[in-house]
């Protein structure tokens, strides 16, 4: 079956370092990939996506790029806030309805 | 607001107990989710509907676990004869579309603990 796997954490980061959770995933077809992100306190939301290979998502200055040959889909920032300190969750969709899999979630702590 | 909405947010309930955690999605939203997280994991997958028809229950980790969305609204995951490993966060995610594109829109989350 369809499964992901990341990195584990905690990442412990001071601000402005540089950022990369690693995540792989294994899946039958095409599937779509996702970081999803979730804040202290609140419910999990949506980061960013890519649906085809060599698509590059992005957003709040997170980017992943969809690698199909190492089928990778890591997560990087340039320079990390405090703001960003959350756990991040890998993920994918496949099949008719595209049931979304996670992995097991990195939290990242970033300090002053 | 507009967001997804659950309820109880927390609930304890003592081993043999029936549960009943209520699901209010986004409205409109054709498909909606059900995901168990236990302590440092990530969610697992329980059930999924499109609209009224539960179209996958293959996640339910027992025949204790059932789900119905009667309408093609509101949802409610009941559990019962809780048992301890039955302790975990219950997310419902809902989305616009019957051929989801993967973007699921989260509740907060029910958490159960059972003593």
């Known amino acids: 079956g369809d499964s992901v796997t990341q990195m584990e954490g905690p990442v412990t980061l001071s601000e402005e370092a540089f950022l990369t959770i690693n995540c792989t995933y294994t899946?039958?077809?095409?599937?779509?990939l996702f970081w999803y992100v979730q804040y202290p306190g609140e419910g999990l939301q949506l980061l960013l996506k890519?649906?085809?290979?060599?698509d590059k998502g992005s957003n709040k200055g997170f980017e992943a790029t969809y690698r199909k040959e190492t089928t990778s889909f890591h997560l990087e920032k340039g320079s990390v806030q405090v703001s960003d300190s959350a756990v991040y969750f890998c993920?994918?969709?496949?099949?008719?309805?595209?049931?979304?899999?996670f992995g097991t979630g990195t939290k990242l702590q970033v300090i002053p | 607001g507009a967001g997804v909405s659950q309820s109880p947010r927390y609930k304890v309930a003592k081993r043999g107990q029936d549960v009943a955690l209520r699901c209010d999605p986004i409205?409109?939203?054709?498909?909606l989710f059900w995901y168990q997280q236990a302590l440092g994991q990530g969610p697992e997958f329980l059930t999924y509907?499109?609209?009224?028809?539960?179209?996958?229950k293959s996640g339910l980790p027992s025949d204790r676990f059932f789900a119905e969305r009667p309408e093609g609204s509101v949802s409610t995951l009941k559990i019962q004869r809780t048992q301890q490993e039955d302790s975990a966060v219950y997310l419902c995610?809902?989305?616009?579309?019957?051929?989801?594109?993967?973007?699921?829109?989260f509740g907060e989350g029910s958490r159960l603990t059972v003593l």
């Open positions: 995610a809902s989305s616009p579309r019957g051929q989801n594109t993967g973007e699921l829109f």
């Open positions: 899946a039958t077809g095409y599937p779509s």
């Open positions: 890519a649906t085809k290979a060599d």
């Open positions: 993920a994918l969709s496949s099949g008719g309805y595209q049931k979304v899999t």
């Open positions: 409205s409109g939203h054709v498909s």
């Open positions: 509907f499109q609209n009224e028809a539960q179209l996958d």
